[in-house]
């Protein structure tokens, strides 16, 4: 059942609730997308700040928890906006295509908001090139095109890149086992290096081909064109591993 409850306190945890003469406590992970306090760096004063600008305002929630020997009962805002969104969600399907705002960025991924409904782009669905930093391409009130990939209990999983054409099918016509192509170093990490063939797609060139992290360095170097022999092309699966091919 759907309540309403009278925040009045709060706390880094989350906020006190009053329904009718009884106390209760709302978590911070059960605030419904338009409540939860999303601070960039997890700042947990200014999320104390917001949680307080709460007080003295009803939400609509349900309880999840009660025990009355503990004096006990914690209730949900997220739960109480999932039941009455039922119907909204209901009405959109996956492959639909829809314009939304982007409501929050963070390292993991961008919210955006339609129809009353959010959803995320995850990091990993925001391009077929690499992106480590959302923050340097998306801001609060941006306008996009997304595409719905996933709606499972009453959470929506969205995609920008499978708006474009997946360049490794392209890549399959072009490419083959122990082909030498050229690539451009984009990213180290502890597996290697990371070369770009052309604009979304790019191999592992494992470390080991060069003994250590150092000696790996002195060879290849950030933003640097280099030519490599591809070892394993699995456009199926967006896999490719290569090795550096010395210049002569």
Not at 86 to 97: A, L
Not at 201 to 207: D, E, N, P, S, Y
Request: charged share 30%.
């Amino acid at each position: 059942k759907i309540i309403e409850a009278i925040i009045t306190d709060a706390n880094k945890g989350g906020v006190m609730v009053k329904i009718v003469s009884t106390i209760g406590f709302l978590p911070v992970s059960q605030l419904s997308p338009e409540h939860y306090p999303r601070v960039p760096g997890g700042d947990k004063n200014r999320i104390l700040e917001i949680l307080k600008s709460y007080i003295g305002q009803k939400f609509e929630v349900k309880i999840i928890d009660t025990d009355e020997n503990e004096d006990k009962l914690i209730v949900s805002e997220k739960g109480a906006w999932e039941e009455t969104q039922k119907d909204v969600i209901n009405r959109y399907k996956v492959g639909q295509i829809v314009e939304g705002v982007v409501t929050a960025v963070t390292d993991f991924g961008i919210f955006v908001e339609f129809d009353k409904l959010e959803g995320l782009i995850h990091i990993s669905e925001i391009a077929w090139t690499l992106v480590e930093n959302p923050k340097t391409l998306f801001k609060i009130g941006d306008k996009v095109k997304v595409k719905i990939i996933e709606i499972k209990d009453g959470k929506i999983s969205l995609s920008m890149k499978a708006l474009k054409n997946n360049p490794w099918k392209e890549a399959e016509k072009k490419y083959k086992k122990d082909q030498v192509v050229s690539g451009v170093v984009i990213k180290f990490n502890k597996h290697g290096a990371l070369a770009s063939i052309e604009e979304g797609v790019a191999g592992l060139v494992h470390i080991s081909d060069f003994g250590t992290e150092e000696k790996l360095r002195e060879k290849l170097e950030l933003g640097k064109t280099y030519n490599f022999k591809i070892n394993i092309f699995d456009p199926k699966e967006q896999k490719m591993a290569l090795s550096f091919v010395e210049s002569k």
